[in-house]
């Protein structure tokens, strides 16, 4: 950790100190999320999103490994499978439910931790090695739902992974080779959903490791603030242990209050009732959806209508992918020197035009393809590109950011009207 | 660098999609999609109520034997329940010995093998069995139906938004074609082997009115079976058939919510008392 003053392990118990001298374990964990570790004050909820997608991953880890020793990756068997764990495995359902529900609660945790750092200009320096694995972390979170939302093989199920791995074929002349590689045939199959399964084992656990690595960028500099200013001295910060584990405590409780009246009395409004019927390759679902938390893509992807040089198609699949790959680019779009959207007028304006756009474009790409539809899926594309290639490079330079406190603690003790510490 | 490429990127991205937006509002304007009848008389499902509805919902164990009996006696015909064993039926109510009565005396029997020859066979069900399917396979069941294939039900009230209302709106929803649709729609005449229902998606249907008749079965309950009534009571079975442990789910759901909603007070108030002292 970079700041002097942060606390020094000092094991208590013998044993703690034979451990720490052998293998400094507990001295990790105290300097990464215990006392050891200085965060400032001032933090608000929204950074509390962070440890909640963490525990978001840990329930589809531990709900997924329980799922998968019952469940069976076959192409003849895979839906009633998963219609044994709900009706004969023991607490199946709830399992199942929670592992459903879970996905989509981790999308929305991390789409909000997301646009916590698009506001708060965490992606900027000292931290945009943190905000490119976390953009990392994402697409893994993207392959690894898709994937999983396969294995039910369901309608959906097919026709999602056919759709998607399709859009491979749009590749110019190694397109349909490449899809063909992917599915292991040539529309999905037994070798497609064995292979789903085998990676949607495995990403998980690869999410894990570069979650080590994020947190491990995130501790070089520690934690940005809602003032986007430095940490000055000892007086702007706490000990993570226990200021913030009490808080993350606080906010656990709430998440998972709502993720559990979901997976209780809802556990499949976020779902799509085609899933409940098996697969079947001879009838075509009347409308094919991804899951919600894939629709602003989809939008992009099929907002693109008209062959213009490149064919339509082949412009929607560059387009999906680059609306992701162009965040890897925001730390250099973005050269203001303020990161926090509270004190830069113009941005704040622009960063909610982003919010209402991404919610209209996920609005349109969970309708069927019709207009108006298709149309206002075009404008909200168009923002989106235009927001962050075009217009976030331009208020960066033009904007007159307000003035900045001098301090957190100064920032503090102003909203709180005193000038006693 | 980054800055100026990105700056063309968005340009070119930006220009495609406006293209392909005026494209659009032009072929639109010239060309407007034409209504069809589908769009213009498709209703959604009719308000009904149940008592498995809402987060406290328990099953009307009385009313999922009538539907139970409905099922049995009308939809089984055609339909499967392949999801379904007969020892789940426990569940309704029924006891040990009914169920075994149950599936011994199904009207299909299950498939299975001559101990003696090895040739195909069948024998009486048990209660281990799955509900056994009306027909061998799905070439039999289109055989049977004018080529139309009647759907396994078990998952049917999950497998349609707002299932159990609709199965029973479906039921009940037969009617002649209305003379309005005919005068827009002339082309869209319900063919003569397809039944005119405005709560199919398109509005065609091959499978025949199952109920027409009050009294079609008889409730061993004395509850007076009119059309109404069993289409209820089937649908509120078939809900059950989609989701049987949803009595659990809701008594558990409402036990981890209680703990969570403490569990989270206590937190709230650790978290004020940890930062009790300090300004943030
Ligand atoms: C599996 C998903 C993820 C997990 C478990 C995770 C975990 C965390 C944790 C525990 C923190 C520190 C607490 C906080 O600031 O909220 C953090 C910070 C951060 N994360 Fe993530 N993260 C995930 C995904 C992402 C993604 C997809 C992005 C962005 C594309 C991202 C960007 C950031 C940034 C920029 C910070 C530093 C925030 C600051 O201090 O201002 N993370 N992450």
Same mark, same amino acid.
């Given at each position: 950790m970079s700041f002097p003053w942060a606390n020094h392990y000092a094991p208590k118990h013998p044993l703690m100190k034979w451990i720490d001298d052998r293998l400094p374990l507990p001295r990790l964990v105290y300097n990464a999320v215990g006392a050891g570790y200085p965060v400032p004050r001032n933090l608000n909820y929204f950074w509390n999103f962070g440890v909640l997608s963490g525990a978001a991953l840990a329930i589809?880890?531990?709900?997924g490994i329980?799922?998968?020793?019952? *469940?069976?990756?076959?192409?003849?068997?895979?839906?009633?499978s998963v219609e044994h764990i709900m009706r004969d495995v023991n607490s199946g359902w709830m399992l199942r439910y929670a592992h459903a529900n879970g996905a989509s609660f981790f999308f929305i945790v991390v789409y909000l931790h997301i646009f916590r750092g698009l506001f708060y200009g965490s992606y900027k320096a000292p931290r945009e090695m943190v905000w490119l694995l976390g953009l990392v972390i994402f697409l893994l979170m993207m392959a690894t739902a898709f994937m999983g939302y396969v294995l039910p093989w369901g309608q959906m199920s097919f026709w999602g992974a056919k759709v998607i791995t399709g859009l491979f074929g749009a590749i110019p002349v190694v397109g349909t080779p490449i899809q063909t590689w992917l599915l292991g045939g040539f529309a999905p199959d037994n070798a497609a959903l064995n292979r789903f399964f085998s990676l949607h084992y495995l990403l998980p656990f690869v999410i894990a490791g570069v979650i080590i690595l994020h947190i491990w960028a995130l501790h070089i500099p520690g934690s940005s603030n809602p003032t986007g200013i430095d940490v000055k001295g000892p007086q702007d910060t706490v000990p993570f242990h226990p200021y913030y584990t009490a808080k993350d405590g606080f906010g656990l409780g709430v998440f998972l209050i709502l993720y559990c009246a979901v997976l209780f009395f809802?556990?499949?409004?976020?779902?799509?009732?085609?899933?409940?019927?098996?697969?079947?390759?001879?009838?075509t679902p009347a409308h094919i959806v991804p899951e919600w938390y894939f629709w602003p893509f989809y939008a992009i992807l099929r907002a693109f209508t008209v062959d213009f040089i490149l064919p339509a198609k082949l412009w929607g699949v560059?387009?999906?992918?680059? $609306?992701?790959?162009?965040?890897?680019?925001?730390?250099?779009?973005?050269k203001s020197p303020v990161r926090s959207g509270n004190y830069r007028p113009a941005f704040k304006k622009f960063f909610w035009l982003l919010v209402i756009d991404?919610?209209?474009?996920?609005?349109?790409?969970? $309708?069927?393809?019709? #207009?108006?539809?298709?149309?206002? $899926?075009?404008?909200?594309?168009?923002? *989106?590109?235009?927001?962050?290639?075009?217009?976030?490079?331009?208020v960066s330079r033009m904007e007159r950011p307000l003035p900045l406190?001098?301090?957190?603690? #100064?920032?503090?003790?102003?909203?709180h009207g005193n000038a006693a510490a | 660098m980054v800055r100026p490429i990105a700056f063309l990127a968005g340009l070119g991205f930006v220009f495609v999609l406006l293209f392909s937006l005026v494209t659009g509002a032009v072929a639109y304007i010239s060309e407007p999609p034409a209504k069809t009848a589908e769009h213009e008389f498709h209703l959604h499902p009719k308000?009904?109520?149940?008592?498995?509805?809402?987060?406290?919902?328990?099953?009307?164990?009385?009313?999922?034997?009538?539907?139970?009996?409905?099922?049995?006696?009308?939809?089984?015909?055609?339909?499967?329940?392949?999801?379904?064993?007969?020892?789940?039926l426990k569940d309704l109510g029924f006891t040990d010995a009914e169920v075994k009565a149950i599936a011994k005396n199904w009207a299909t029997e299950v498939p299975s093998i001559n101990p003696e020859t090895g040739e195909p066979a069948t024998r009486k069900g048990t209660p281990a069995d799955k509900i056994p399917a009306p027909y061998a396979n799905e070439v039999a069941a289109r055989a049977a139906n004018n080529n139309a294939l009647p759907p396994d039900l078990s998952l049917m009230a999950k497998a349609r938004h707002d299932g159990?209302?609709?199965?029973?709106?479906?039921?009940?929803?037969?009617q002649d074609q209305p003379a309005e649709l005919l005068k827009h729609f002339p082309d869209a005449k319900t063919p003569a082997s397809l039944h005119y229902n405005p709560y199919f998606a398109n509005l065609n249907l091959a499978m025949p009115p199952p109920l027409a008749a009050d009294g079609q079965v008889t409730y061993a309950d004395g509850t007076k079976s009119t059309v109404d009534q069993m289409a209820k009571d089937v649908s509120a079975f078939l809900i059950w058939t989609a989701e049987p442990k949803l009595e659990k789910r809701h008594a558990t759901g409402i036990a981890v919510l209680g703990f969570l909603l403490i569990a989270t007070i206590l937190a709230y108030l650790s978290y004020r008392n940890i930062w009790a002292g300090i300004k943030h």
């Amino acid at each position: 950790m970079s700041f002097p003053w942060a606390n020094h392990y000092a094991p208590k118990h013998p044993l703690m100190k034979w451990i720490d001298d052998r293998l400094p374990l507990p001295r990790l964990v105290y300097n990464a999320v215990g006392a050891g570790y200085p965060v400032p004050r001032n933090l608000n909820y929204f950074w509390n999103f962070g440890v909640l997608s963490g525990a978001a991953l840990a329930i589809q880890i531990v709900t997924g490994i329980v799922l998968a020793m019952h *469940y069976a990756a076959n192409g003849l068997v895979a839906f009633d499978s998963v219609e044994h764990i709900m009706r004969d495995v023991n607490s199946g359902w709830m399992l199942r439910y929670a592992h459903a529900n879970g996905a989509s609660f981790f999308f929305i945790v991390v789409y909000l931790h997301i646009f916590r750092g698009l506001f708060y200009g965490s992606y900027k320096a000292p931290r945009e090695m943190v905000w490119l694995l976390g953009l990392v972390i994402f697409l893994l979170m993207m392959a690894t739902a898709f994937m999983g939302y396969v294995l039910p093989w369901g309608q959906m199920s097919f026709w999602g992974a056919k759709v998607i791995t399709g859009l491979f074929g749009a590749i110019p002349v190694v397109g349909t080779p490449i899809q063909t590689w992917l599915l292991g045939g040539f529309a999905p199959d037994n070798a497609a959903l064995n292979r789903f399964f085998s990676l949607h084992y495995l990403l998980p656990f690869v999410i894990a490791g570069v979650i080590i690595l994020h947190i491990w960028a995130l501790h070089i500099p520690g934690s940005s603030n809602p003032t986007g200013i430095d940490v000055k001295g000892p007086q702007d910060t706490v000990p993570f242990h226990p200021y913030y584990t009490a808080k993350d405590g606080f906010g656990l409780g709430v998440f998972l209050i709502l993720y559990c009246a979901v997976l209780f009395f809802a556990p499949n409004a976020m779902g799509h009732p085609d899933n409940y019927i098996a697969a079947n390759p001879l009838s075509t679902p009347a409308h094919i959806v991804p899951e919600w938390y894939f629709w602003p893509f989809y939008a992009i992807l099929r907002a693109f209508t008209v062959d213009f040089i490149l064919p339509a198609k082949l412009w929607g699949v560059i387009a999906m992918f680059g $609306s992701i790959i162009l965040l890897f680019f925001l730390p250099w779009l973005d050269k203001s020197p303020v990161r926090s959207g509270n004190y830069r007028p113009a941005f704040k304006k622009f960063f909610w035009l982003l919010v209402i756009d991404v919610l209209i474009l996920g609005y349109c790409g969970g $309708s069927p393809a019709e #207009e108006p539809y298709v149309m206002i $899926s075009q404008l909200a594309a168009a923002y *989106y590109f235009a927001h962050f290639l075009i217009i976030l490079p331009i208020v960066s330079r033009m904007e007159r950011p307000l003035p900045l406190p001098n301090s957190i603690t #100064e920032a503090v003790l102003e909203k709180h009207g005193n000038a006693a510490a | 660098m980054v800055r100026p490429i990105a700056f063309l990127a968005g340009l070119g991205f930006v220009f495609v999609l406006l293209f392909s937006l005026v494209t659009g509002a032009v072929a639109y304007i010239s060309e407007p999609p034409a209504k069809t009848a589908e769009h213009e008389f498709h209703l959604h499902p009719k308000e009904v109520s149940f008592a498995s509805d809402g987060p406290l919902g328990k099953f009307d164990r009385q009313q999922l034997q009538r539907g139970f009996q409905v099922y049995k006696e009308v939809c089984s015909a055609c339909h499967s329940l392949h999801q379904v064993a007969f020892r789940d039926l426990k569940d309704l109510g029924f006891t040990d010995a009914e169920v075994k009565a149950i599936a011994k005396n199904w009207a299909t029997e299950v498939p299975s093998i001559n101990p003696e020859t090895g040739e195909p066979a069948t024998r009486k069900g048990t209660p281990a069995d799955k509900i056994p399917a009306p027909y061998a396979n799905e070439v039999a069941a289109r055989a049977a139906n004018n080529n139309a294939l009647p759907p396994d039900l078990s998952l049917m009230a999950k497998a349609r938004h707002d299932g159990g209302a609709y199965i029973y709106s479906l039921l009940t929803g037969y009617q002649d074609q209305p003379a309005e649709l005919l005068k827009h729609f002339p082309d869209a005449k319900t063919p003569a082997s397809l039944h005119y229902n405005p709560y199919f998606a398109n509005l065609n249907l091959a499978m025949p009115p199952p109920l027409a008749a009050d009294g079609q079965v008889t409730y061993a309950d004395g509850t007076k079976s009119t059309v109404d009534q069993m289409a209820k009571d089937v649908s509120a079975f078939l809900i059950w058939t989609a989701e049987p442990k949803l009595e659990k789910r809701h008594a558990t759901g409402i036990a981890v919510l209680g703990f969570l909603l403490i569990a989270t007070i206590l937190a709230y108030l650790s978290y004020r008392n940890i930062w009790a002292g300090i300004k943030h």
